[in-house]
């Protein structure tokens, strides 16, 4: 639109036209106060704090349902203004208990903010103030009515922005008041925006309700550690007993490429890392079946020894290791090395979610194809094929939501079930869970009987420039070819295909695959890794992750080491199969896994250490170490560690120090913890010395150097961005196995209240599970 | 904080209000261009048949209207003329607003507390009466007024409203 | 039944009807009734507005805008539907005007929504009335029900190719509910809670169409203006000013009742001759003019022509017509604690200055009254009420706050005998506040 000027406070500003008064002035630094409106939802006009003088407007206006006009004459800072947004901070602290010694949003709410900027010190109201006690609407959400300042924009946010319309007003007058979809009690996605967005501490959750005073948290952005979505989120640390503590998640800041979005796993599902089981000392198996806890280096020393005698004995085969989707990049990229270099084997994997090969495969040699997780925001027209983002991708779905809200974006569905992203859809076509294929087929031209909707779909979408086609793991084999091959003949379409944890992508970019190398490249190939380091490499292509467990059964695996997966849990492992294999576990938890092996680790997470995550988009970003746990270690040191001792040459598998003598993280205390919070202060300040081998940045740099797509700009990431990877435009990769090869894909089948294992180990999810399900039973019964 | 509040919305084709009002229903909706304009019409009928707008009500009309439960008690505890719970055969409404307090009507309320033994917002043990104080009722010429349910009795003085009252208890008594 | 009042003073135009029969659609004919309307289908959108213009005739609602000109204002071509919505949602303490239309001459309602609704180009009208015109709903269905049986509602209508249907219906108790968005709101099954302007309703209105909203004094006038021309019609009346008004007189006067005066009619004369006086003799202390939301005149001040203008420039508003009469019986802060209860009480609660500020001002009045009171709190009553006005969502903020600063403005005295615990000079007892516990009421 054409740019209009008016001139405010004096000032000349120029926007364009249909620009909000409020946006307007915003973004030449004149900030006008408001409650009610909030960017992105719709507007009010209900808490008068941002009256303005208009010239040749009889009465003020609010400047956040005024548009700018050509040669408006504005004034924002009169006696008259201040007066008026004073009396209106009058009037609602008139019945807001001044309770902010005691709540929530004390030093963080911003009715305290702007009664301090605009309000009046003094109080001329005397009457009593209408209370109402506080009332628990779900496992996680807390209603303090009086606090209420009925901004509606937790209403708004759950209808508009979650399109879950939980919240509504009831009542009238002073009466008003903001209530839960099921009376005294809220059925909803418990995402937890309502209280996200709630300016003073009317909603609280119960993570964080009464633990804390905001000052007394350090604040550190870093990723979410569930699905593959990969929000950033913002964890409040403090200190604790033994480490740091996680009391609070959130993403108030609106950075990353999440914004302000977080589902209910991003907000409240943190508490696993807080949880009583979580184990904090090596433990190894003694001759009488039963585990002792030992010192780090004698565990390692066992592990080192046996790892090294498998080696040496029965060769690399006689090895399998079994990478995470939830550790980072590095530490990925490090254990495939390792694997590799130091076992001498490709019996390397991880729990598949989808096939990234396939798609990687069909999508080699195209440049930009892949899409970013924010071009779900912006694209014009987008096809979702199979799963269920509401559940499985809440960020996609939430962008989605708002591409259609704000841009009106055309959502494309076809699904076998009635996924609530049908609300958004026009037109939604159910298929039967088996078709899928048969549907790809049928939008590449094959006759199927899918009926007239389909063939609506498949029309509209031949006539959609700029489609972004996004597919779940219902998309297999021949229908992932089938599936890129329709988007390539349509004109600057992209591609998402969605896995289903927080690193599952980078699992897969990372070479966690017998048959592959970083970067999708063979390993019986010519490749960048294969250029770097020859023979080291072994050429044979390795066992899948069921081939070792059958091995282990025929006695032909002597070693097993499990790098933060449960595959016992979810293959349904029998310990009679690795009753003869040496099994290694680093673990959070005594999983089922965990339980056969003859040492345990006990590990960091995702928010206790650095490094680097790829959602499923192929965005990928920092991880920052926010909490801390006495008697943990990182898989990336453990890793260093185990085959420090096994006799391999550190320096070789972390290029640390170029030169410079390092300290092996002692200098810096005992914890990895430590070491890794003085690695966060060097990236801080732009400064990577690498001076250790538990640097997750030296491996970073050999990533950056040979795994194809990952050569993105460092600073920009250190600068808080997200960097999109994208290894099929790189031109190296030559996935050469036919389309025989098992593409061993597991699907979590994880909804908004679990996640796979870890889920099971956060108790505030699980009571969220069991309260969600209680209320689907009780509107189904 | 309870998981007992979800009221079962009536499968289709069944109705928990009379055929006749079911009809009305039926009717109503193809009226306005679009549905949910009935809303308000058909929670008035809807407290005239069952004698409040009951939750089984509440999840019928929100089903006929294809909104939420929320959505009907939104607006349900707007309006003031609608109520939740059950109220006397008779709903004394007596106007105590300015041009009917200038007439009595304060009066005539503290009369009818007396008289009625209740006070506002309040039923007869027996289930005849209820009395409420309300706002204008649009009778201001004719004050002080009071309403008996939705019957106007205008110029009311205290002596004429007990014949008032009288008249509705015989009325029930028939 | 309320009873009719006559005066040889009225000019009955709107009210000409009332008394006659002419619920009864027979006799409504009889008496020219349906007889605009054909004239309009006959001469079309152009010249309809252009009576209607001619006429003077401002919104009988109680803002007074120039229902030509808001008609005028409907776009000619619109994609969605247009619509005409009449507002018989007369709720203004000291406002029954409407009452007697629905009750004794609903076809007048009838005939004049078509005429908009040919002057607008629109195809459906909906009468709304208020929650407790029950009674006259029945009145008003009657009437559409003969309306259509006589094809002057329906296809074809008076056997023109023009279609035009009515639907009638009530709210359920909401003052704010007359605010021409809010009474959108609540027609589309809404809380009623106004809509932000612009876009105002003559653009997007009603289902997103454009729609023109009148108040139904308003419409029961237009076939009285095509019948008796529009000049005719304006000179009954003062400038700009046109017509006649129904004149609701309540409070202290000696005959209460509904009395239709030419605009400009001068108020004295009115309270003085017309309603004859106040009663028992007794000496008249202030006229509230224009129903509860117009600010209090002085016996002194009661000098004037009963128009928008001259009520404005005397410092109040015309209003709805709610002529509200007090005498020296009346302790002005309990009629100021009763005006603010009723806002209170009917405040949307959407906005923070309406919410907050009514519930504030009705809390230290209720106080106050009762005896509680302390010399800061008449100007705090008074600072309240001015930061309130002109800062709402929407008028009803305006509505309690003008009518409060008057009354702190022009009987501060009265105010300040309440002080230090005095009781009420005029005998008023605190208890019979019977509405502040109650209306706290909440769930």
């Excluded at chain 1, 959400?141 to 879950?164: A, K, Q, W």
Aim: hydrophobic letters at 35%.
């Amino acid at each position: 639109m054409a740019d209009v000027t008016l001139t405010v406070d004096g000032k000349t500003i120029t926007a364009p036209a249909g620009t909000l008064l409020i946006e307007a002035c915003r973004k030449v630094g004149i900030e006008i106060p408001a409650f009610c409106y909030y960017p992105g939802l719709s507007l009010q006009a209900a808490c008068r704090m941002c009256l303005v003088r208009i010239e040749k407007i009889p009465k003020l206006q609010t400047a956040c349902t005024t548009p700018i006009a050509e040669g408006m004459i504005v004034a924002t800072e009169t006696d008259e203004i201040k007066q008026a947004r004073k009396a209106m901070l009058e009037l609602v602290l008139a019945n807001h208990p001044l309770d902010c010694p005691v709540c929530d949003a004390g030093g963080e709410c911003e009715l305290q903010d702007m009664t301090f900027k605009y309000g009046a010190g003094g109080s001329q109201f005397v009457e009593i103030k209408n209370h109402r006690d506080e009332q628990q609407w779900s496992p996680v959400v807390f209603f303090d009515r009086p606090r209420c300042i009925l901004c509606y924009r937790c209403v708004r946010v759950c209808n508009e922005g979650m399109d879950v319309a939980a919240l509504g007003i009831q009542q009238r007058n002073a009466g008003s008041v903001i209530a839960p979809n099921d009376q005294t009690s809220l059925d909803c996605e418990q995402c937890g925006m309502c209280i996200d967005i709630c300016p003073v501490g009317a909603l609280t959750s119960d993570t964080y309700r009464y633990k804390t005073r905001p000052w007394e948290m350090t604040h550190v952005g870093t990723i979410c550690t569930h699905c593959g979505d990969g929000c950033k989120t913002t964890l409040g640390v403090r200190r604790s007993d033994d480490g740091m503590q996680i009391v609070r998640g959130d993403n108030r800041d609106k950075s990353g490429l999440n914004g302000e979005f977080l589902c209910v796993k991003g907000r409240y599902a943190f508490d696993f890392a807080n949880n009583t089981e979580r184990l904090t000392q090596p433990l190894v198996r003694q001759p009488n079946g039963e585990f002792a806890p030992v010192s780090w280096e004698d565990a390692i020393q066992v592990v080192a020894q046996k790892f090294r005698a498998a080696r040496d004995e029965r060769g690399g085969s006689g090895i399998g290791v079994i990478g995470s989707t939830r550790i980072t990049n590095e530490e990925a990229y490090l254990l495939q090395k390792t694997a590799r270099s130091a076992f001498g084997t490709n019996n390397i994997d991880h729990h598949r979610t989808t096939d990234y090969v396939r798609f990687t495969r069909a999508l080699a040699g195209q440049d930009h194809r892949m899409a970013g997780i924010s071009d779900s925001i912006s694209a014009p027209a987008i096809f979702v094929l199979g799963n269920d983002p509401t559940e499985q991708h809440p960020l996609l779905a939430w962008n989605l939501r708002t591409n259609v809200r704000h841009n009106s974006a055309r959502v494309y569905l076809a699904n076998h079930r009635e996924i609530k992203l049908r609300h958004q859809a026009k037109p939604f076509v159910q298929i039967s869970g088996n078709s899928y294929g048969k549907f790809v087929n049928f939008l590449g031209g094959a006759s199927e009987p899918f009926g007239e909707d389909a063939a609506a779909i498949r029309d509209a979408l031949r006539n959609e420039p700029n489609l972004l086609i996004i597919f779940g793991s219902e998309l297999r084999g021949d229908a992932i070819d089938a599936m890129v091959k329709f988007g390539l003949s349509l004109p600057d379409a992209k591609f998402a295909c969605l896995g289903d944890y927080v690193n599952s992508r980078g699992a897969a970019d990372m070479g966690l695959y017998p048959d592959l190398l970083p970067g999708y490249q063979p390993v019986d190939g010519e490749s960048t890794v294969r250029t770097e380091y020859g023979s080291r490499f072994p050429r044979q292509a390795g066992l899948d992750m069921g081939q070792m467990f059958e091995a282990a059964s025929r006695n032909e695996l002597a070693a097993l080491y499990v790098v933060g997966d449960d595959p016992v849990e979810r293959l349904g492992v029998s310990a009679q199969a690795l009753r003869n294999t040496f099994v290694v576990v680093q673990d959070m938890f005594m999983t089922a896994t965990a339980k056969l092996a003859d040492v345990i680790l006990p590990t960091a997470n995702l928010y206790e250490k650095s490094g680097t995550v790829t959602n499923t988009f192929g965005d990928l970003q920092q991880v920052k170490k926010a909490a801390d746990r006495a008697g943990v270690r990182s898989d990336l040191e453990l890793i260093v560690r185990i085959a420090d001792t096994m006799g391999e040459d550190v320096r070789t598998l972390v290029p640390f120090g170029k030169g410079v003598r390092a300290d092996m993280g002692q200098s810096r205390g005992a914890q990895s913890g430590e070491a890794d919070r003085h690695g966060i202060w060097l990236a801080a300040h732009d400064l990577e010395p690498k001076l250790s081998p538990f640097d997750p940045n030296a491996i970073l740099d050999e990533i950056q150097r040979l795994v194809p797509g990952y050569d993105f700009d460092r600073i920009d990431l250190l600068a808080g961005n997200s960097q999109h990877v994208e290894p099929d435009g790189s031109g190296l990769v030559q996935i050469s196995q036919t389309a025989s090869r098992p593409d061993g894909v597991i699907p979590s089948g994880d909804t908004l209240f679990t996640s796979g294992t870890l889920g099971r180990y956060s108790e505030k999810l699980n009571e969220v599970e069991v309260f969600q399900a209680k209320k689907s039973m009780a509107t189904a019964g | 904080m309870s998981l007992t509040n979800i009221v079962e919305s009536p499968k289709p084709g069944e109705t928990i209000f009379s055929p006749e009002l079911a009809a009305r229903f039926d009717k109503l909706v193809t009226l306005y261009p679009r549905r949910r304009s009935a809303l308000i019409p058909m929670l008035l009928y809807a407290q005239d048949e069952i004698g409040y707008v009951s939750d089984a009500a509440i999840a019928e009309i929100g089903q006929r209207l294809d909104i939420t439960v929320l959505d009907v008690r939104n607006v349900l505890t707007y309006y003031s003329m609608l109520r939740t719970k059950p109220i006397g055969k008779y709903n004394v409404q007596v106007c105590t607003n300015i041009s009917c307090m200038l007439r009595g009507g304060k009066e005539l309320f503290h009369h009818c507390e007396k008289r009625l033994g209740i006070g506002h917002k309040q039923t007869t043990p027996d289930g005849m009466f209820s009395l409420e104080e309300v706002e204008c009722i649009g009778a201001c010429s004719w004050a002080p007024a009071v309403q008996v349910n939705y019957d106007f009795h205008d110029e009311l003085t205290p002596e004429s409203l007990d014949e008032v009252l009288q008249q509705y208890r015989s009325k029930a008594g028939q | 039944m309320p009873r009719l009042v006559s005066h040889p003073e009225e000019v009955k135009v709107v009210s000409r009807r009332f008394g006659q029969g002419a619920t009864d659609i027979e006799r409504y004919i009889e008496l020219d009734g349906y007889k605009a309307v054909r004239q309009a289908l006959e001469q079309g959108p152009d010249w309809i507005i252009a009576q209607m213009k001619a006429s003077n005739l401002r919104g009988r609602g109680g803002a007074g805008f120039p229902t030509g000109m808001k008609w005028s204002f409907v776009p000619k071509q619109s994609e969605k539907p247009k619509y005409v919505l009449v507002n018989g949602d007369e709720s203004e303490p000291g406002t029954c005007k409407d009452h007697l239309i629905f009750l004794h001459d609903p076809h007048s309602v009838i005939e004049g929504t078509i005429i908009a609704g040919l002057a607008i180009g629109a195809k459906l009208g909906f009468i709304y009335l208020r929650g407790e015109y029950r009674y006259l709903l029945k009145i008003m269905e009657k009437a559409i029900a003969d309306a259509y049986a006589k094809g002057f509602l329906g296809k074809g209508i008076f056997g023109s190719n023009f279609d035009f249907d009515i639907v009638s219906q009530t709210g359920a108790g909401a003052y704010e509910v007359g605010e021409e968005s809010a009474l959108m709101e609540s027609l589309e099954g809404k809380r009623g809670i106004p809509r932000i302007k612009p876009p105002f309703p003559a653009v997007v209105g009603l289902y997103g169409g454009p729609t023109v909203i009148n108040n139904a004094e308003t419409i029961a006038s237009v076939s009285h203006i095509l019948n008796m021309g529009p000049e005719a019609y304006a000179n009954l009346g003062s400038p700009r000013n046109g017509g006649t008004r129904l004149f609701c007189i309540s409070g202290h006067a000696e005959r209460n009742g509904v009395y239709e005066l030419p605009m400009g009619y001068n108020l004295k004369k009115m309270i003085y001759e017309v309603a004859g006086g106040i009663r028992g003799g007794r000496q008249l202390k202030a006229v509230v003019p224009g129903g509860s939301s117009t600010p209090v005149l002085l016996a002194s001040e009661i000098d004037i022509g009963m128009d928008f203008d001259q009520v404005g420039k005397a410092g109040s508003m015309l209003g709805s017509g709610g002529v509200v009469v007090l005498d020296d019986t009346v302790c002005m802060v309990e009629f100021a604690l009763r005006t603010i209860q009723f806002y209170q009480h009917e405040s949307c609660g959407w906005c923070i200055p309406c919410r907050e500020g009514t519930d504030w001002l009705k809390k230290t009045l209720t106080r106050f009254h009762a005896g509680g009171g302390e010399a800061k709190d008449i100007d705090n009553i008074r600072y309240l009420a001015e930061n309130m006005l002109g800062r709402t969502f929407c008028p009803l903020g305006d509505a309690a706050a003008m009518p409060t600063i008057a009354f702190v403005k022009k009987f501060r005295q009265e105010f300040e005998d309440h002080l230090n615990g005095k009781p009420c000079a005029y005998g008023r007892s605190p208890e019979s506040q019977t509405l502040a516990p109650a209306l706290v009421e909440v769930s």
